[in-house]
T-cell receptor
Framework: SQQGEEDPQALSIQEGENATMNCSYKTSINNLQWYRQNSGRGLVHLIL?????REKHSGRLRVTLDTSKKSSSLLITASRAADTASYFC????????????FGAGTRLFVKA | DAGITQSPRHKVTETGTPVTLRCHQT?????MYWYRQDPGHGLRLIHYSYGVKDTDKGEVSDGYSVSRSKTEDFLLTLESATSSQTSVYFC????????????????FGPGTRLTVL
């Protein structure tokens, strides 16, 4: 079974709107990461948040982590057509960092 | 793609034939990973390596073997390909864990699309 599960599976918004994606996981973690994948390409690392952090920002990205609820959210503000991609959360599942377990992803489509 | 190449990029093969995929890195990173990506499953870890000749199984390792004889190369072998192994395969690398840190940011290659007929 997957450690991280994203919600929603797909999201369609207008350019300029905010996009929020959620991730739930099952076991304790040391950190949680978000990756982006453009169609036909490999994944690109976006941001990492540690288990002792509650919120982190990077440009237009805002990530929150609630370890009591075993959940995280990724907010993309003022979305652009270029943000159209699949977004994956990934955790170390408490393995000490050697393995990273990915969710099935959220497909985001930003309409120009 | 962070100095990671995969070869071949596309391959079509027949059931029962052996297939080897190659991942090559120029970053001198310690850890290397092989994943497969299938619709609805995200990425699933097949095998990973934490050093030359040091490898371990992931969550979907059956039917796959790996080898790492040099830091820069990580080979994935399907001894006898089956149709269920039709997938997109991604290699990834990471520096590994540094003292006091459990962060494990991974960098991905462009992928290999494998079709087993």
């Amino acid at each position: 079974s997957q450690q991280g599960e994203e919600d929603p599976q797909a999201l369609s918004i207008q350019e300029g709107e905010n996009a929020t994606m959620n991730c739930s996981y099952k076991t304790s973690i040391n950190n949680l990461q978000w990756y982006r994948q453009n169609s036909g390409r490999g994944l690109v690392h976006l941001i990492l948040i540690r288990s002792n952090e509650r919120e982190k920002h990077s440009g237009r990205l805002r990530v929150t982590l609630d370890t009591s609820k075993k959940s995280s959210s990724l907010l993309i503000t003022a979305s652009r057509a270029a943000d159209t991609a699949s977004y994956f959360c990934a955790t170390d599942a408490g393995t000490g960092g050697f393995k990273t377990i990915f969710g099935a992803g959220t497909r985001l489509f930003v309409k120009a | 793609d962070a100095g990671i190449t995969q070869s071949p990029r596309h391959k079509v093969t027949e059931t029962g034939t052996p297939v080897t995929l190659r991942c090559h890195q120029t970053e001198n990173h310690r850890y290397m990973y092989w994943y497969r990506q299938d619709p609805g499953h995200g990425l699933r870890l097949i095998h990973y390596s934490y050093g030359v000749k040091d490898t371990d199984k992931g969550e979907v390792s059956d039917g796959y073997s790996v080898s790492r004889s040099k830091t820069e190369d990580f080979l994935l072998t399907l001894e006898s390909a089956t149709s269920s192994q039709t997938s997109v395969y991604f290699c990834a690398i990471s520096e590994g864990l540094t003292s006091g840190s459990l962060d494990n940011e991974q960098f991905f290659g462009p992928g290999t699309r494998l079709t087993v007929l």
